[in-house]
């Protein structure tokens, strides 16, 4: 399974920036895909997921409201739209993915398909 991220970047505090994911077909199409977030040394921790069959999607205390994720199935792609940003969302940005249903409907947790990750700035 590949991954493969894009759009991070600098901005100012209060900008907008969308992060891509682009993903191989299988997991596209029979899994679930998200965005975490890390700053060392703290934990990863989960922002936003989408369920790929149906597009529910969750999101993290912390982001809802100013983040958004979807879908463009003719891309395969996955993108978080990030609004209204601060400079505490300053981290590495990880793509994620995984196929197997108790993970897609279980939250932030367990995924084993990760991007190389893109990094954050907000100054």
């Known amino acids: 399974v590949q991954l493969v991220e894009s759009g991070g970047g600098s901005v100012q505090a209060g900008g907008s920036l969308r992060l891509s994911c682009t993903a191989s077909?299988?997991?596209?199409?029979?899994?679930?895909m998200g965005w975490f977030r890390q700053v060392p040394p703290k934990q990863r921790e989960g922002v936003a997921t989408i369920y790929m069959a149906g597009g529910s999607t969750s999101y993290a205390d912390s982001v809802k409201g100013r983040f958004t994720i979807s879908q463009d199935n003719a891309k395969n792609t996955v993108y978080l739209q990030m609004d209204s940003l601060k400079p505490e969302d300053t981290a590495m940005y990880y793509c994620a993915a995984d196929d197997r249903p108790w993970v897609c409907r279980g939250g932030f947790d367990g995924y084993q398909y990760w991007g190389q990750g893109t990094q954050v700035t907000v100054s």
């Open positions: 077909a299988y997991i596209y199409n029979h899994g679930c």
